[in-house]
């Protein structure tokens, strides 16, 4: 498959070509993971404490080419990786030399359902949930942060992830269906989840009671959004429950967030428009569910795009004429490739136009996007699939500051603001790239100061993918 040849959901359909060229008979089960093997690696999220830099690293392994009889969530220690690049990686800090040894800073790790799309974690950093394309009900796997106190200076942690019967190392699909407010009907979870988020219930509702109950939002390809909260059972037992489901939206899903400034949950599709859906409880039954409904849907005017892959929030307004309690998000578009900067405040009325502020031109097959900060500069990179490259956008004047170049197919990112850094995975090529951005703290930093520093793993490029 050509590095241009289309979009991501173009590249994610050669499956069945991948699969037949790697001699994969998709009626073998396959062979047990290999213990620490990064293998088509996508999704990935840092652990989340109070007042500290991240420990730890999660990347998802999706094993594309159906080699293994499982995916893998593995955790890597940041500590361990710092140490590796200071004692190992020399003074001159290249990418083209520094590989790091996964079993030398693998903290541990469960296995998945093959094809994850994406995990999230919770606000206490203690639950990470992973969507997978070939399960529609999520898989849900515990983060015990305190694993690694007892073993002292040593990162390597066996307890870290968890999940099911204790000691359990497969962490297959666990959220349970629940009956629909409305129609009182048991519920089925939706196919193919595609991205998901996950936050404090009362972050959609805005009330106090559901402060202690974790939601999580899934979108799925088929054209449905799910809704999960925690829900105690009449055995005392808690665990995300389907609460709600909204099918045939007409489009695919691509991505999910939530507008900090209202409250809605916001959904890019394949268009210029942005689906809007608020939550409300069921409080009278004394169940608690929680129901999705829809608000008005934002069009995006103003620059000629659609096709949208990517949302991201802003916690604060960027540029000149915000005014404060706008919700600005950031979209990638497909059409034309670019990073778009655009107002979506709610209103009222049967229609909303969501207006496009600034432009940023990115390469080809935009995927993912993640926003950080350097240096108190509000940053954004956004990983280009089909261009092989990671876009580096000033959020202030949206100017490019940086390009890196020559990957192989770069996908998830990651900022790590305490490190000035930004984890990439390569999905190609089967690593993670470390990327150093604290040159970007000055404003006159040349771009070619931002580049790869460090390879987690070392790269096994599948031919059929190139």
């Known amino acids: 498959m050509s590095a241009r040849a289309g979009s991501i959901a173009i590249f994610l359909a050669q499956l069945a070509l991948v699969a037949a060229s790697s001699a994969c008979d998709l009626e073998n089960p396959g062979e047990d993971p290999p213990a620490g093997a990064l293998y088509f690696p996508n999704a990935l999220a840092l652990s989340n404490e109070p007042d500290q830099a991240p420990r730890f690293l999660f990347v998802a392994s999706t094993n594309y080419d159906l080699r293994y009889t499982s995916g893998a969530l593995h955790a890597f220690s940041l500590d361990a990786i710092d140490e590796w690049i200071a004692e190992r990686c020399g003074d001159d800090l290249g990418a083209e030399s520094c590989f790091i040894d996964l079993d030398e800073v693998l903290a541990d790790e469960v296995f998945i359902p093959t094809y994850a799309t994406a995990i999230a974690l919770d606000p206490d950093g203690e639950r990470l949930v992973v969507s997978s394309r070939t399960e529609g009900a999520l898989s849900v796997i515990d983060v015990n942060l305190g694993a690694d106190d007892a073993r002292g200076d040593n990162p390597i942690a066996s307890d870290l992830l968890g999940c099911g019967s204790a000691g359990s190392r497969s962490c297959g699909a666990t959220t349970t269906a629940g009956i629909d407010a409305v129609s009182g009907e048991r519920l089925e979870q939706p196919p193919a989840p595609s991205d998901l988020l996950i936050g404090r219930l009362s972050d959609l509702t805005g009330e106090a009671a559901d402060e202690q109950r974790d939601f999580v939002a899934a979108a799925h390809q088929p054209g449905a959004v799910s809704l999960y909260v925690d829900t105690t059972d009449d055995d005392g037992r808690e665990s995300l429950r389907l609460s709600s489901v909204m099918t045939d939206l007409g489009r695919t899903p691509t991505s999910i967030a939530r507008d900090p400034a209202s409250g809605l949950l916001h959904v890019t599709l394949r268009g210029s428009a942005l689906l809007r859906l608020g939550v409300a409880i069921d409080r009278e039954s004394g169940r608690g569910e ?35 309690g706008e919700s600005q998000a950031l979209l990638i578009a497909g059409q034309p490739s670019a990073l778009v900067l655009a107002n979506v405040t709610p209103g009222a009325g049967s229609t909303l136009t969501g207006r496009v502020q600034r432009i940023a031109e990115i390469g080809a097959g935009g995927a993912r996007l993640a926003v950080g900060s350097v240096g108190g500069r509000p940053l954004a990179a956004v990983s280009c699939l089909d261009g092989r490259s990671i876009y580096i956008v000033d959020l202030t004047s949206m100017e490019t500051r940086a390009v890196v170049p020559n990957l192989s197919g770069p996908f998830g990112v990651a900022f790590d603001e305490a490190r000035e850094r930004l984890y990439a995975t390569d999905f190609r090529s089967s690593v993670v790239r470390i990327i150093d951005l604290s040159r970007l703290a000055s404003p006159e930093a040349a771009p070619e100061s931002v580049r790869v520093i460090a390879t987690l793993g070392r790269p096994r490029v599948v031919q059929e993918l190139e």
């Open 290 to 324: 929680a129901q999705l409904f829809p608000e008005t849907p934002v069009t995006i005017t103003g620059g000629n795009i659609s096709d949208f892959r990517s949302i991201a929030f802003l916690d604060r307004p960027v540029g000149v004429g915000v005014a404060q």
